[in-house]
Structures are given as structure tokens and as C-alpha cells.
């Protein structure tokens, strides 16, 4: 049973949260902008891909701390960016088999580099590929960065095609909040079961951003 339903969820937002939508495209256009910068440094020098790991890495084993992720068989991140920071978190935790893709092919080059550098290729799988048609059956447990996008068509192969039971957590900045509970809404099979929200500063930016676990019934 979830803890929250997704009216009860709504509540949680102050109304003076809500933003127009030409704001809300700009926030996540500059979002996905900075995070992709991010990205590439991090690749280069290693004093940004600590201090990533260092900051960015620990909100990632908190988030998971909080949802109290089981173990899994088989994870797929959607969105997993030159520098695959989720994928690298979640190696220590207990599973079996972790696939990253993107549909940008250099983010791919980058990430297979970062991976063999981290000696991670026995536990962790990059591949090209794209969120709103990648085939999903056989994950058991699936994650949907924040900088993925069109989110709603991902969204929507995600929750069709997955698994019975198949936990699904995807994250969002907050201006979006109101448009992913419209979303989900449709579906019935969905349960929302938890939603976290965090206070990201790094280098230069600081944004709230939102965490949800889902639960295909």
C-alpha cells in the first residue's frame, strides 16, 4: 500500500510554488544545461569528479536510504549523462546487473571511459539508446534522471511496458511537480509510494529538485 496517494501528494506543495510554464521550460532548460557541463568536467579533471561524487553522490545514497531501496536484479538508468554517477552509487549496493543509456552518443564514450577507469565494467553496462522506446521488460528496478527528456512519453513506456512490480523512481525539478501528478494520475496501476525533496548546491547552482518512488501494481 502507498504511504501517500497522489492527492494527499498535491498537498505537500505550497501554492507559491506553482510556475507559468515559460518558466518552468527555462528553469529545466538551464538545469539540463548546467548538469551536462557538469558532466563533461567531471569527465576531465578530477578535482570536479570528486568534489560530484562528494556532494551530488551522497544525495543520490540518501535518496536511496530514504526509499530503502531492496535489493535488485536488474537496474536500467535512463539518462545517465557522460559522467554515470547514479550507475557508480548504485555498484555499492547489492544487485546483480546495472544498464545505463543515453541518446546522446558522446555522453556513451564518456561514460564506457569513466566506467573502465573505475574498473566497474564486470558490474555496470552503457549503452545508446533512448528513454521513450528502450526496451524495458526484465528490469526490476528502473531510474529516470532529471535531465531526461520528453519526460512524459519516458514516463509513458516505463509505466506500459515495465514489469509487474517493477519499482521506478524519476526525478524532477520542482517546477514540474504539478504536471508529473497530472501525469501519473492516468494511471491507475501506478502507486506513488514516497516522494523526497532535496537542496542541491554545487559549484555555482542551487536548486531544489524532487525524487518520487513508484511502483508499477
Known amino acids: ?55 551530488i553522490g551522497k544525495e543520490y545514497k540518501e535518496e536511496y536510504k530514504q526509499f530503502k531501496i531492496p535489493d535488485y536484479q536488474k537496474v536500467l538508468h535512463i539518462g545517465c549523462g557522460a559522467y554515470p554517477l547514479t550507475e557508480i552509487t548504485l555498484s555499492e549496493l547489492p544487485g546483480k546487473e546495472i544498464v545505463g543509456i543515453d541518446k546522446n552518443p558522446k555522453a ?39 535531465c531526461s527528456y520528453p519526460k512524459e512519453k519516458i514516463l509513458e513506456n516505463i509505466f506500459n511496458n515495465a514489469d509487474k512490480n517493477c519499482i521506478i523512481i524519476f ?20 502507486d506513488i509510494i514516497k516522494k523526497t525533496r532535496f537542496k542541491t548546491r554545487f559549484l555555482i547552482s542551487v536548486y531544489w529538485y524532487s525524487a518520487y518512488l513508484t511502483k508499477k501494481k
Not at 501528494?9 to 557541463?37: A, C, E, G, H
Not at 526525478?171 to 501519473?184: A, G, L, Q, V, W
Open 1 to 55: 500500500m502507498p504511504v501517500q496517494n497522489n492527492r494527499d501528494l498535491k498537498s505537500l506543495q505550497d501554492n507559491n510554488t506553482i510556475t507559468i510554464d515559460s518558466k518552468t521550460f527555462s528553469s529545466k532548460f538551464f538545469s539540463n544545461i548546467f548538469w551536462k557541463v557538469v558532466d563533461s568536467l567531471a569527465c576531465k579533471s578530477n578535482f570536479i569528479s570528486n568534489k560530484y561524487e562528494n556532494i
Open 108 to 146: 556513451i564514450v564518456c561514460a564506457n571511459k569513466i566506467i573502465q577507469k573505475r574498473r566497474l565494467e564486470n558490474k555496470i553496462t552503457i549503452k545508446h539508446g533512448n528513454g521513450i522506446n528502450f526496451p524495458i521488460k526484465g528490469f526490476d528496478f528502473i531510474i529516470i534522471s532529471s
Open 171 to 190: 526525478r524532477d525539478i520542482d517546477s514540474e511537480f504539478f504536471n508529473i501528478m497530472d501525469f501519473i494520475e492516468k494511471y491507475e496501476y501506478i
